[in-house]
């Protein structure tokens, strides 16, 4: 069974960090691009980074650029997400999904609900 499994959310001020974990199974790992996604209320869901399992090729959005680190442990078939100086506008529902191509993340539309999702953690950074 393929699963995705998103964690490590959490309620924090401004400036903290959390760490959040994907957890994989059912599917080879180390043949994927594994991203992060978020949503929060009235907004459209944005990719925020994403890695590339084999070669490690990453891509973050340039407002988590030097503030998120996205790294993967594929002996443990899992993609963390480092989040540091935390802002209110970080404050989603945060979902991890999979994807044959990393280029998939970047191109709007490129990961869909056909690809492989967890069921989201959620942050919320308080003012």
């Known amino acids: 069974e393929v699963q995705l499994q998103a964690s490590g959310g959490g309620l924090v001020q401004a400036g903290g960090s959390l760490r959040l974990s994907c957890a994989a199974s059912?599917?080879?790992?180390?043949?994927?691009?594994i991203g992060w996604f978020r949503q929060a209320p009235g907004k459209e869901r944005e990719g925020v980074s994403c890695?590339?399992?084999?070669?490690?090729?990453?891509w973050y959005r340039d407002s988590v650029k030097g503030r998120f680190t996205i790294s993967s442990d594929n002996a443990k078939n899992t993609v963390y997400l480092q989040m540091n100086s935390l802002k209110p506008e970080d404050t989603a529902v945060y979902y991890c999904?999979?994807?044959?191509?990393?280029?998939?993340?970047?191109?709007?539309?490129?990961?869909?609900?056909?690809?492989?999702w967890g069921q989201g953690t959620q942050v919320t950074v308080s003012s």
């Open positions: 999904a999979a994807n044959p191509f990393l280029v998939n993340f970047i191109t709007p539309g490129g990961v869909d609900e056909n690809d492989y």
């Open positions: 059912g599917f080879a790992f180390d043949e994927y691009a």
């Open positions: 890695i590339d399992s084999s070669d490690g090729t990453t």
